[in-house]
């Protein structure tokens, strides 16, 4: 069974703090691949990030960046100098590899950046 | 180029009523899945196709919910004798293959009354 828990339901910070959404998930399988979604209020998902399970580097992109930790099972997501744009509901996701793909998704945390 | 397209929109009906939602994949991509999202939840994976085929049925959450995929391309969610308990939007992605990143279509608002 896999499982993804995104403990922080909702989080409020104040525009240019930093900030780091937690991921921690669980899986048997040995090769899998995670990712990041952000959903803002206009409703649609947007792919932020992939990493596989061999690929332990950590990652970033402009004000993004990951940090995977296998010993730790976690793969969070940190956002340098917030801003309101950055608001949206982001989720973490589990995806198994071989022939019986299921993908599992966090209940996903709501970032809300206050000008 | 054109990215997931999903019909309807939105969807009314009464209970009892059975209702088809459709797919549109991006072009080329083999994996198409059917998530559903409740108010304010997460998503709930329901079906995985790879090509035409989906090797694992066990998530839709009942035997009134059905899907399938025709030409590795469009797929249609069915759901038969619709319950109040069925209101969600309902996802589409499609991926170039399994364990890539998904791109997601806008959705499909279905509320059953």
């Known amino acids: 069974a896999q499982k993804v828990t995104q403990a922080q339901t909702e989080i409020s910070v104040v525009e240019k703090e930093d900030v780091t959404l937690d991921c921690v998930y669980e899986t048997r399988d040995t090769t899998y691949y995670l990712f990041w979604y952000k959903q803002p209020p206009s409703g649609e998902l947007v792919f932020l990030i992939r990493?596989?399970?061999?690929?332990?580097q950590n990652e970033i992109s402009g004000r993004y960046s990951w940090n995977f930790q296998k010993s730790t099972s976690s793969f969070n997501f940190t956002i340098t100098a917030s801003q309101v744009v950055d608001s949206a509901v982001y989720f973490c996701?589990?995806?198994?590899?071989?022939?019986?793909?299921?993908?599992?998704f966090g209940t996903g945390t709501k970032l809300q950046v206050i000008p | 180029g054109a990215g997931v397209s999903q019909s309807p929109s939105n969807k009314v009906t009464e209970k009892g009523k059975d209702v088809e939602l459709r797919c549109d994949p991006i072009s080329g991509h083999t994996a198409l899945y059917w998530y559903r999202q409740s108010l304010g939840q997460g998503l709930e994976f329901l079906i995985y196709f790879q090509g035409n085929s989906a090797p694992d049925k066990s998530g839709l959450p009942s035997d009134r919910f059905s899907a399938e995929r025709t030409g590795g391309s469009v797929s249609t969610l069915t759901i038969q004798r619709t319950q109040q308990e069925d209101s969600a939007v309902y996802l589409c992605?499609?991926?170039?293959?399994?364990?890539?990143?998904?791109?997601f279509g806008p959705g499909t608002r279905l509320t059953v009354t």
């Open positions: 992605a499609s991926s170039l293959d399994g364990g890539h990143e998904q791109y």
């Open positions: 996701a589990l995806n198994n590899s071989g022939g019986y793909q299921k993908v599992t």
């Open positions: 990493r596989n399970s061999f690929d332990e």
